[in-house]
Structure formats: C-alpha cells, structure tokens
C-alpha cells in the first residue's frame, strides 16, 4: 500500500495555505518574500498572522514548486511555450521568449532575450559578459 503525502494546512480563517513538504525544492522564496509568515526556526513554521490574506496569496502564488498553495484557488498556469532556455557548455545560460529578472533590491527588469553568467567572472553579473571565453595568456 502506497504511503499517503503529506499535507499541512495554515489558516488565518479567511485563507488557507496548503503545504506538500515532499513537493518542496526549498528555493527559500517564502522564507525571504514573507519571513514574518514563513520561519524555519518558528513552530508552526507558517504564521498566518504575520501578514495579510493578500500578502499571503500574493507570495503563495511565487513558489515554483508549487508546494505551497491555497486552499481553494486555482492559479491560472502562464504559457511559456514560447520560452527557450539554451544552456552554453563552458558558457552562459541563454534565455529567450521574455524574462523578468529581479535584483536584491527587488527592482525588476524585462528581458526578451538574456544571458546569464555560469562562471561567476562576468563584470556584469548575473548576465554573461564572454569573460568565460577570454584566453589565459
């Protein structure tokens, strides 16, 4: 007999998020997008008082493993079939078909077409400046 998942549910009364603990990829988005919601070292780990029901959803919506959810709501699924994602060996990943990339300062900027550094050398990062093609000399 096949083990059942788990599933946790939060509730503030007026929404209630889901968690699939075996879902999760711990990108850390909640952890960083709402710490006052999401905290490890805090049991229960979610507060669903530490926002509003539409700070909630609204970061809810973000996790791309779709761990977390809302009870009740179905979020409408974006078509990326346009979307390429090319990764160079010994070079950048390519992105084409629209990205948008957010910064630290949580400031976001819209790419059609976006080169991201793999080296970790690139005087422009996060994007690919060729600093991995350069020759040692």
């Excluded at 970061?59 to 179905?74: D, E, N, Q, W, Y």
Aim: hydrophobic share 30%; glycine share 8%.
């Amino acid at each position: 007999m096949a083990e059942q998942p788990i599933i946790k549910e939060y509730t503030n009364g007026e929404v209630t998020v889901v968690w699939k603990p075996d879902v999760c990829i711990h990108s850390g988005i909640c952890l960083k997008g709402l710490p006052e919601v999401f905290n490890l070292k805090a049991r229960p780990w979610v507060n669903m008082e530490g926002a509003t029901s539409e700070e909630i959803v609204k970061l809810v919506r973000t996790c791309p493993s779709k761990a977390l959810s809302i009870k009740g709501v179905r979020f409408k699924e974006q078509d990326f079939s346009d979307h390429e994602i090319t990764l160079i060996p010994g070079g950048p990943i390519i992105v084409k078909g629209g990205a948008t990339v957010q910064n630290r300062k949580e400031t976001e900027v819209f790419h059609e077409t976006v080169s991201f550094c793999r080296c970790g050398r690139s005087k422009k990062h996060p994007y690919c400046d060729g600093t991995h093609a350069q020759r040692k000399e």
